[in-house]
Nanobody
Framework: QVQLVESGGGLVQAGGSLRLSCAAS????????MGWYRQAPGKQRDMVAN???????NYADSVRGRFTISRDNAKNTVYLQMSSLKDEDKAIYYC????????????????WGQGTQVTVSS
């Protein structure tokens, strides 16, 4: 099976920085796009940033210029460097990967991590 595990969330003061990581593991043939979504209490899950396997990136307007997404294809890992954090960035952050798995059968689908909490104190 395939698993995505996030790390790096926590409590940070407004204006501070955090770096999230998400590692994919398991029976993986290849990974296409990877990215991050976030969900604040009582709100829908929104796209934050994504990155293709060739490095093309896309950002939500609300984070462009403050967040940077990157990936290490050799480690099947995607990162989200968050800077100048604001109260409105407080949410659970979920990573995803568009992954082709090898077993039990070859299949391409999206996999999601369990989420990591980011809290910003003012």
């Amino acid at each position: 099976q395939v698993q995505l595990v996030e790390s790096g969330g926590g409590l940070v003061q407004a204006g501070g920085s955090l770096r999230l990581s998400c590692a994919a593991s398991g029976s993986i043939v290849s990974i296409n796009a990877m990215g991050w979504y976030r969900q604040a209490p009582g709100k829908q899950r929104d796209m934050v940033a994504n990155i293709t396997n060739s490095g093309s990136t896309n950002y939500a307007d609300s984070v462009r210029g403050r967040f940077t997404i990157s990936r290490d294809n050799a480690k099947n890992t995607v990162y989200l460097q968050m800077s100048s954090l604001k109260d409105e960035d407080k949410a659970i952050y979920y990573c995803y990967g568009d992954i082709v798995r090898r077993s039990p059968s070859r299949l391409r689908r999206e996999y999601w991590g369990q989420g990591t909490q980011v809290t910003v104190s003012s």
